[in-house]
């Protein structure tokens, strides 16, 4: 398996495909953990739930008119930065709004994840000298409804409650492409953490909608097989299940403990966990119930491994053989040229560490 993640422009696969989605619509609480089941069946100690299937529109060039979106997915080649993008209601037109590339990064040009606010039409226009612009509408909340049974009782991992992938509406099939899996499953040990945000909105109202899309964006615009972080954790401190790794119930490993590659910190995947916090803390720090579930998972997940959070290692990608010297828990700028994980929780990354290895 190639260590770096692939970049290839818009697919209208999540068009095509987006009939048989599962996904959640309504606002998730804790008490709400589902687990994948054939079709049809209804083991114990569940109970049936509707959920909307994640609905996209693809398009060309620099503006489109779309289904009432909750995000927009651009991607294009040249100039990273320089992008910018109007948004529509209706009738009512917004502003120009410059595009923050977020945490994801391509080769040979630039792609965002922008949250659209459920508008109907949009703009865009790309940094001078870009080509080969791609848009993708990503409606998350209003598709036809789907039944999936979700369990009674929550899910742990080393007393950390999280929220199972089929809980927040991760349709497997975004994990296929022409009938199998995009990006097979390989695990090595683990040696260190990273930790992300999202670069999305602060406030949201319904983060399970927000995951569906960064997995849709991630899973099929930019063709990596799956969502890119192992874990992600809502400003309410609910942490949820992010890459696929088995069918063993234990969520980013593998029955023998090794973590599964992901696709979360180009070139640097493999061996390295990814938690990634939703919303924008550039200039806002977490809330006090994000930083304590980051806080407790990264404690669970050391203490499983035999890490210490407060350590420097010199990582060695099991893959390639490059290596880097970075923090036992880092953030995604210690690894690569970006902002994330946004500089107010950069610099709260000393106070997390030291509180994980107490």
Same mark, same amino acid.
């Given at each position: 398996?190639?260590?770096?993640? !692939?970049?290839? $422009?818009?697919?209208? +696969?999540?068009? #095509?495909?987006? *009939?048989?989605?599962?996904?959640?619509?309504?606002?998730?609480? $804790?008490?709400?953990?589902?687990?994948?089941?054939?079709?049809? =069946?209804?083991?114990?100690?569940?109970?049936?739930?509707?959920?909307?299937?994640?609905?996209?529109?693809? =398009? %060309?060039?620099?503006?489109?008119?779309?289904? =009432?979106?909750?995000?927009?997915? #651009?991607?294009?080649?040249?100039? $990273? @930065?320089?992008?910018?993008?109007?948004? *529509?209601?209706?009738?009512?037109?917004?502003?120009?709004?410059? /595009? %923050?590339?977020?945490?994801?990064? /391509?080769?040979?040009?630039? %792609?965002?994840?922008?949250?659209?606010?459920?508008?109907?039409?949009?703009?865009?226009?790309?940094?001078?000298?870009?080509?080969?612009?791609?848009?993708?509408?990503?409606?998350?909340?209003? &598709?036809?409804?789907?039944?999936?049974?979700?369990?009674?009782?929550?899910? !742990?991992?080393?007393?950390?409650?999280? #929220?199972?992938?089929?809980?927040?509406?991760?349709?497997?099939?975004?994990?296929?492409?022409?009938?199998?899996?995009?990006?097979?499953?390989?695990?090595?040990?683990?040696?260190?953490?990273?930790?992300?945000?999202? =670069?999305?909105?602060?406030?949201?109202?319904?983060?399970?909608?927000?995951? +569906?899309?960064?997995?849709?964006?991630?899973?099929?615009?930019?063709?990596?097989?799956?969502? &890119?972080?192992?874990?992600?954790?809502?400003?309410?401190?609910?942490?949820?299940? &992010?890459?696929?790794?088995?069918?063993?119930?234990?969520?980013?490993?593998?029955?023998?403990?090794?973590? /599964?590659?992901?696709?979360?910190?180009?070139?640097?995947?493999?061996?390295?966990?990814?938690?990634?916090?939703?919303?924008?803390?550039?200039?806002?720090?977490?809330?006090?119930?994000?930083?304590?579930?980051?806080? +407790?998972?990264?404690?669970?997940?050391?203490?499983?491994?035999?890490?210490? $959070?407060?350590?420097?290692?010199?990582?060695?990608?099991?893959?390639?053989?490059?290596?880097? @010297?970075?923090?036992?828990?880092?953030?995604?700028?210690?690894?690569?040229?970006?902002?994330?994980?946004?500089?107010?929780?950069?610099?709260?990354?000393?106070?997390?560490?030291?509180?994980?290895?107490?």
């Amino acid at each position: 398996m190639s260590e770096t993640p !692939r970049s290839r $422009p818009l697919s209208r +696969r999540g068009v #095509l495909g987006a *009939a048989g989605a599962v996904t959640v619509g309504a606002a998730l609480t $804790p008490d709400a953990f589902a687990a994948a089941t054939p079709a049809g =069946a209804r083991p114990a100690g569940t109970a049936p739930r509707k959920f909307p299937a994640t609905r996209t529109e693809a =398009a %060309t060039g620099t503006a489109a008119t779309a289904l =009432a979106a909750s995000y927009v997915a #651009l991607r294009w080649t040249g100039a $990273p @930065d320089g992008a910018s993008i109007r948004f *529509a209601n209706g009738t009512q037109a917004g502003t120009v709004k410059p /595009v %923050t590339c977020g945490c994801a990064t /391509v080769e040979g040009g630039g %792609t965002a994840l922008v949250p659209a606010g459920d508008a109907t039409a949009y703009e865009v226009q790309a940094p001078e000298g870009a080509t080969d612009v791609r848009s993708l509408a990503i409606d998350t909340t209003d &598709g036809p409804r789907e039944t999936f049974q979700v369990p009674t009782e929550p899910t !742990r991992v080393r007393g950390v409650r999280y #929220l199972s992938r089929p809980a927040w509406g991760a349709d497997e099939s975004k994990r296929y492409k022409d009938g199998v899996v995009n990006s097979p499953e390989v695990y090595y040990p683990l040696q260190s953490i990273t930790v992300h945000h999202t =670069a999305g909105v602060n406030g949201d109202p319904d983060p399970a909608a927000t995951i +569906r899309a960064i997995y849709e964006y991630h899973a099929v615009t930019l063709d990596w097989g799956d969502i &890119g972080y192992h874990f992600l954790i809502d400003e309410a401190g609910n942490v949820y299940e &992010g890459r696929y790794s088995g069918d063993d119930g234990v969520p980013g490993f593998d029955a023998d403990g090794r973590v /599964v590659t992901a696709f979360h910190t180009g070139g640097y995947n493999s061996g390295n966990l990814g938690i990634a916090l939703l919303g924008d803390l550039t200039a806002t720090g977490p809330t006090p119930a994000a930083k304590e579930s980051l806080t +407790r998972l990264i404690r669970a997940i050391a203490r499983i491994k035999g890490l210490d $959070p407060q350590a420097r290692i010199t990582y060695v990608n099991p893959v390639n053989g490059v290596t880097k @010297d970075v923090p036992v828990v880092s953030g995604h700028r210690d690894w690569l040229a970006t902002e994330c994980p946004g500089q107010t929780m950069y610099d709260l990354l000393g106070e997390v560490r030291a509180a994980a290895a107490r």
